[in-house]
């Protein structure tokens, strides 16, 4: 019975995906690259992002955590910005119900969303600092994917734009904590720990686990075995290019979300008041 149950499990993870369709997986995009290769780079990317891990870490140590634990009231938008979350992430899983095709909810994305998720439900603290400052700089996976979407195996209604829904809301979330204050303060712009934090972590998630478990199933979980059919830099050096540009991206993106945030929060006032004043008056 119990062998059943696995059997079903699996098949409800990874039966549906179909390697027909280009960049989803199969034993053709698991040999992409030479054995050799993906094993080299496997070993100095891990290596690497072990090292930015500690080295992060240390530095972040060393500063420590001011945290502050103001009480803030609930809202009615934090309320409708986490059941909307929760709609559109629910209904996307829904899609990987019906598709047999739960392995993917694995891809970083999707992760990110998940911990959002956690941030508008946990009360302010030391765990939700830390991974509101995190997920800040894992946000060029969204970029990405609204730059080039590789929507190919997306083929139900309505499959398509939640896949939009979900990548734009991974923006409004952080941007409204942002606006909160409080705990959901991002660190100083001229430091740079908790991003490479962040690049250590997702280096290592990407070739200590998402790789091994694609291999294992040959699917092509956020394309660790085979490029996507977006992909700019197709090649057998594709994850060396990617590798280097999301690194670059991740180091720099959180900061440019932030800074722009700040840049833009006394038009936003500005706004706020100019729409209050005639409500008033109507009042």
């Not at 991003?195 to 290592?204: E, R, S």
Request: aromatic share 12%.
């Amino acid at each position: 019975m119990s062998r059943y149950n696995a059997c079903v499990l699996l098949d409800w993870a990874y039966g549906g995906v179909d390697p027909r369709l280009a960049g989803n997986g199969g034993a053709e995009c698991a040999a992409f690259l030479p054995q050799g290769q993906r094993w080299l780079e496997s070993l100095v990317f891990v290596s690497l992002s072990l090292l930015e891990m500690a080295l992060a870490i240390r530095k972040i140590r060393r500063q420590g955590l001011s945290v502050d634990l103001r009480k803030q009231d609930e809202s009615l938008a934090k309320n409708l910005l986490l059941v909307a979350l929760c709609l559109t992430f629910g209904v996307e899983v829904g899609f990987k119900f019906a598709t047999r095709t739960l392995i993917f909810l694995l891809n970083p994305c999707h992760v990110v969303t998940m911990l959002q998720i956690f941030l508008l439900v946990c009360p302010p603290g030391r765990i939700a600092l830390i991974i509101f400052r995190l997920q800040m700089h894992m946000l060029n996976g969204a970029l990405l994917a609204l730059l080039f979407p590789v929507v190919n195996t997306r083929l139900l209604p309505f499959e398509l734009e939640i896949y939009y829904i979900q990548h734009v809301t991974l923006y409004i979330v952080p941007l409204y904590l942002l606006q909160k204050g409080g705990v959901y303060q991002p660190e100083p712009l001229g430091d740079f720990w908790w991003a490479l934090l962040a690049t250590g972590l997702l280096l290592f998630y990407h070739f200590a686990f998402l790789q091994i478990l694609g291999l294992v199933t040959e699917v092509n979980l956020n394309n660790m075995l085979c490029p996507a059919v977006s992909d700019p830099f197709y090649s057998s050096w594709y994850r060396i290019w990617a590798s280097g540009h999301q690194t670059l991206l991740t180091v720099t993106h959180g900061k440019l979300v932030t800074s722009l945030f700040y840049a833009a929060t006394p038009a936003r006032k500005y706004l706020v008041d100019v729409i209050k004043l005639p409500l008033k008056k109507f009042v």
